[in-house]
């Protein structure tokens, strides 16, 4: 259960972060008619993973709801790991 309530909101901060660049996007210009089609998908199918894994997690399919959400929790989580690790290490890219 606690898998779960991680994973999900792994999820929506993840689908919080994606929707704020697209809206800064819009307003500065970078997302337009050209790059929109790659947008939508993008911010659908998060979407998409976080209502059907609240969705199986409703109906009592806990495992399903944590293997739906892991597929946008996992990559997410790592990415915020490297990030961290970028931060608290300073390398010197030169």
């Known amino acids: 259960m606690k898998t779960f309530w991680l994973f999900l909101t792994v999820d929506a901060i993840a689908l919080l972060i994606a929707a ?3 809206f800064v996007g819009i307003g500065d210009g ?5 790059n929109i089609g790659l947008w939508l998908p ?3 199918g998060m979407a998409a993973i976080l209502g ?3 969705w ?3 109906e009592g399919k806990t495992g399903m709801a944590n293997g739906v959400l892991a597929i946008l929790a996992v990559p ?3 990415a915020g790991l490297f990030v ?5 290490a300073q ?3 030169n």
Do not use: E
Not at 84 to 88: A, K, P, R
């Open 20 to 22: 704020y660049f697209f």
């Open 91 to 93: 390398p010197r890219w």
């Open 56 to 58: 199986f997690q409703t």
């Open 42 to 44: 993008l911010l659908a």
């Open 30 to 34: 970078t997302v337009s008619s050209f």
């Open 52 to 54: 059907v894994g609240y």
């Open 84 to 88: 961290l690790s970028i931060l608290i």
């Open 76 to 78: 997410a989580i790592l």
